[in-house]
């Protein structure tokens, strides 16, 4: 023993960190994207490679130019390699997702993960200080910028070798399934055959498979994504007046991949578990309201909207800790007696 | 021997027990030792006055050091010898205090109080306090002290959760010396006039649960739950009673005392020994021979070292107390003392001491807090220099430090060192 650390109390930590929890969300993420490549074939291989690629690429340019890599270029890329958590590959990965993968708008994954990793989370401070999730902030930064994202491909299993440009131009299954017109049953909704729309929100059982992986490591709690999914259904139900509107609602568009994947992400949800049901309650409400208000797809809109109100969420519940006891007294006479 | 489950609290954390290091090893003496420091203020409350002089010749159980004052404790020595020194030495935190250091004679001579028989009350808590007792949990408050509560006590609660990591001294003196404690338990049981005693014991030693089941004390079974030795969450598993944030856990009629602290009792008046040893674990994966020793008070640490083998390479940390909530010390400078729990040598592997990242806002340290409190938002406020929101947030004053938010949290942040700091910030504007 030739020298020991002092440090403060505790001096056992537990071995989970940051880097290990953002891995889990990427393993969690790969059944939905292995149902999207086999879905939508090469486009959507090749939307996902850019996404991940340009996301990762984006945050080690910032890296370098933030701490002066050209003075010793060697010490610098061993910090990356030290600090680099993952976070920005989720989030290239995640946008590819939630892209139609349309192969003739090959620029949209390589701008949007610029934009979502570089001006929505870099810009803000990085991990743990963007406002916004940096996927959804990117996905909703291409939808107002370009028209191709509301051209959805129609998937068929097999089409990784068909020949490339076959597109089917129109909305996602959800809004005709809403309306009651849609041809899909709830079973093509669950496996996602036959279904149009993003990358890899089609395929429910991979993404509900994701969301199982996440909560037995512990990383979500499996309440919280359920409350999101069965208030949109349940809202939606009231808002249609018919039971026929919970499983197209539930099962179609993006929900499930936005109530397990994005409206969870640590970052930009609230802090206190109260704060959390509160916050997943007033996504579904929003989410079935929005759907039945605009009759498009609002998953994405309403995580961002909401991401704004966890400030407010937070502030409003201060702590109350083991052993408090409610004050007896009046508002006045406890003010009083605190001074 | 079958698992049970137990009684548990909300939230808080599960630990590796690291507990088979050394549950195994049977309490044995540690080997004579030449010289011991006793120091004169390692309990709370006001230091002890010494009465001893140097060149003084005195036995073992003989009166060094007096109290100053009723929340203060007697000193005695734990070994008879020659008083060489009475000065300030390093105490292996990066501080120093008073010690009065005694050369051990070949002789051992003891000079113990007369036994009692049959005690009342009022000879109880005298005996306890002229034997210079204190809680042997780790807190080391005056025992005398809690024996006379401001408010009707009708339970006592005995403390056998020994709920840190690696320590197992408590556990070993469970099994080994039973029937002392009950004794002991019994005469705090008087001294309060409670009704009835409880003993709390944590679900990994189904040994020490079955042996207490033999007796008449009535035992409860806890779940392996961090920190189940909190005095808060230890009478809500034992009694289901909470205690009102900013009381004392005699305001819930409660009273804790450690198993450790009834032994002494017991000690004190049926042997009229005072408090001059204890058990200490020794353990960690940087020592040889993990070991439970019993030391005198003030021996040093690095006899304790080598009655175990010493430290090996691999040993990066040394921490007087348990992992969570010990000091950790800057060499093996430091001595045995009323309150040491333990000594533990521990490896890189153990510690997973990584630098600290951002916080990710995944809040695990609330989900583990056994205080329901936000440390990530007293973290927050602290780093901006806000301590009145920290309190409102994240609940400041009413943290027990127990660490278990630093040891859950995935980025590494200083949370129970931002809490101690506002703690401090705040009680220094009041």
Known sequence: ?339 | MKAVKGKFFSRGVRLRGEKSLSSACEIKPLPPVSEVAIPLSRHIGKPAVPVAEVGQTVKRGELIARADGYVSVNVHASVAGTVTAVESRADGRGDSAPCIVIRRAETDETAYMPPLSDPTAEQIVERVREAGIVGMGGAGFPTHVKLRPATKVDTLLINGAECEPYLTCDHRLMLERRDEIVRGARYLQKALGAERTVIGIEANKPDAIALFEETDLSVVALKKQYPMGSEKHLIYCCTGRKVPLGKLPADAGVDVQNVGTALAVCEAIEQGKPLVERVVTVSGRGVAAPANLLCPVGAPLSALAEACGGATEEAVKLVAGGPMTGAALTGETSVVTKTSSGFLFLTARETNADPPTPCINCGKCAGVCPMKLMPMQTEFYTSVGDYEKANVYGGVLSCIECGACSYICPARRPLAQAIRKAKAELRRKK
């Open chain 1, 1 to 339: 023993m030739n020298h020991v650390i002092v440090s403060a109390a505790p001096h056992v930590r537990s071995p989970r960190t940051t880097k290990r929890i953002m891995l889990d969300v990427l393993i969690a993420l790969l059944p939905a994207t292995a149902a999207g490549i086999v879905f939508f074939g090469v486009p959507a291989l090749v939307f996902v490679l850019a996404a991940t690629f340009s996301a990762v690429l984006t945050e080690f340019v910032w890296f370098l130019i933030q701490n002066k890599a050209w003075a010793n270029p060697k010490e610098v890329l061993k910090k990356f390699c030290g600090q680099f958590d993952f976070t920005s590959a989720i989030t290239g990965l995640l946008l590819a997702l939630i892209l139609p993968a349309n192969l003739e708008a090959w620029y949209m994954p390589v701008l949007g993960a610029v934009f979502a990793v570089g001006a929505v989370k870099l810009l803000f401070g990085g991990t743990g200080k963007n406002i916004v999730n940096p996927a959804v902030g990117g996905r909703i930064f291409l939808f107002i910028s370009f028209a191709a994202m509301t051209v959805y491909p129609d998937p068929s299993i097999g089409k990784l070798f068909a020949p490339l440009g076959s597109l089917q131009t129109g909305a996602t299954s959800l809004t005709s399934g809403l309306q009651g017109k849609g041809t899909l049953s709830a079973l093509d909704l669950l496996l996602g055959t036959g279904v149009a729309g993003c990358i890899g929100e089609t395929c429910k059982i991979a993404l509900i498979a994701g969301g199982i992986y996440l909560c037995a490591r512990g990383v979500i709690k499996w309440y919280l994504p359920t409350l999101y999914i069965a208030t949109t259904g349940l809202f939606a139900v009231v808002l249609e007046g018919s039971f026929d509107a919970f499983l197209p609602s539930v099962l179609g568009g993006g929900l499930m991949l936005g109530a397990i994947f994005m409206a969870t992400d640590y970052v930009t949800s609230p802090k206190s578990a109260l704060g959390n049901v509160v916050y997943f309650v007033l996504l579904g409400l929003l989410t079935a309201g929005l759907r039945k208000a605009t009759g498009i797809e609002v998953v994405s809109f309403c995580i961002f909207l909401m991401n704004f109100v966890v400030f407010l969420i937070d502030a409003a519940i201060p702590c109350r800790p083991f052993g408090y006891r409610r004050a007896k007294k009046t508002r006045g006479q406890k003010k009083e007696a605190n001074a």
